[in-house]
């Protein structure tokens, strides 16, 4: 089998997932958003067994380092929603269209993070866990974006308890998902050779997080989760649309 990409593509694609990674090896989360519309118009075929594959790696690595601040007892509730949600989610899809459940999305996330600047804030309680655990699940599933809704739950937690807590939830659903596309046949060893060209990026994204997150958990953990929330919502919205 032919090597699926040249060496502009996969250079190209370097530089994209090295800055997604650092950026979620920063905040928690953010290399769906960043990633997604930028290695599409590279290759359609990034989207979306390598780029998970690849985030798989750097889910890793982000919960070992942050392994010491996981909310162990969150994360099951979370997990359950995220599993739950995942499997509506795929439902939805063979009746809805996933541009109409993007968009609706989109403008969901939007609305959570003006409740939260108008200063409501919910409770970290199995319940809230679930639920957006569920939502994560959805968007996910219909919007390659996963991450703001269990981070706007956390978004008051020190900085390495949401990285660790997210992080843990990803590799639990990114497995899922893989496996997932294995089975329908949209994941096998050409994804997997994708998947690894994008892997000196994330080592890289990764590395370079571990210098930002010192400047982040300086008390912009909140502001920071605020506003990459806020544009995630905006690029699904988008990327809906157009």
Known sequence: MDFPLDAISSIIAFVIVTAGATFQGTIGFGLGPLAVPLLVLINPDFVPGPLLFSALLLTILMSYREYHAIDVKGLKWAVVGR?????????LL????????SIMFGIMVLLAVGISMA???LPITPRNLFGAGTFSGFMGTTAAIGGPPV?????NQEGPRLRGTLSAIFVIGTIISLVSLAVIGRFGLKEILMGLVLFPGIILGFYLSNRTTKVLDRGFIRPAVLIASAVAGIIVIIRSII
């Open 83 to 91: 599993i739950v949600g995942t499997i509506i989610g795929a439902a």
């Open 94 to 101: 063979i009746i809805i269209p996933g541009n109409s459940l």
């Open 119 to 121: 200063g409501v804030i």
């Open 151 to 155: 981070a706007l739950l956390y978004q």
